[in-house]
């Protein structure tokens, strides 16, 4: 019998799952590793090799831009400290500080701690953020304010220019429109600039499920 085609609610449960059985593994590997990049780099191939031994999935390259880029999925995978949960995402272009990323998120937030002979990877949560929640949480909170108390094209862009969106008058003008035609979603991250994006994710762990496409878990 073949293995079932991967759906969001089996990619959500599944990580649960895997939290629970590496928070109990002695990750030897690991002894000692303090670079955030390499202990992401060792979880997210874990969890891509734990995900394909029990569902058909799409694993994604750096080509392809994100880790599981199937099309019923659309979701890039991030690992995280809890002592200071965040990362960095490809730059595409400013609106995604305000309509999104424009995919999902997985993340997995650990507490890393070593012994001489032993690594545990203790996940704290694991939280899955639709692609509708991904834009910046104040930057989407005042412009929904501003629209709701009758902003007009000139408003939005000083605020765009106020709050450094990267961009220049073409874009401001551009995204103006689209603001105005578009009511943009309340976002729950917070996207610094940089010449990545820097996506912090303090707001969305401590959500508990009360927003409508942020689902957390948490041990």
Known sequence: MGKPVLTIDELINVACGFCQIESKRNHIDLIGITDGKAVGTYVEHRFKKYLSSKFLVDIG????????????????????????????????????????????????????????????????HCTFIHKERTADFTITKRLREMIYDGANKEDIIGF????????????????????????????????????????????????????DGVINYEW
């Open 61 to 124: 390259n750096s080509a392809k831009g994100i880790d599981l880029p199937g099309k019923n999925i659309q979701t890039d995978i991030k690992v995280t400290s809890i002592v200071q949960p965040q990362s960095s995402c490809p730059f595409r272009n400013a609106r995604q500080k305000i309509f999104g990323l424009g995919y999902n998120l997985l993340v997995f937030v650990y507490d890393k701690r070593d012994t001489n002979d032993s690594c545990t990877l203790r996940f704290t």
């Open 160 to 211: 765009l220019q106020d709050k450094n969106v990267p961009g220049d008058e073409i874009v401001y003008n551009d995204l103006a429109d689209e603001i105005l035609e578009f009511l943009p979603e309340q976002g729950y991250l917070t996207i610094s600039n940089a010449l990545q994006w820097r996506l912090q994710y303090t707001r969305v762990i401590g959500l508990d499920n009360s927003i």
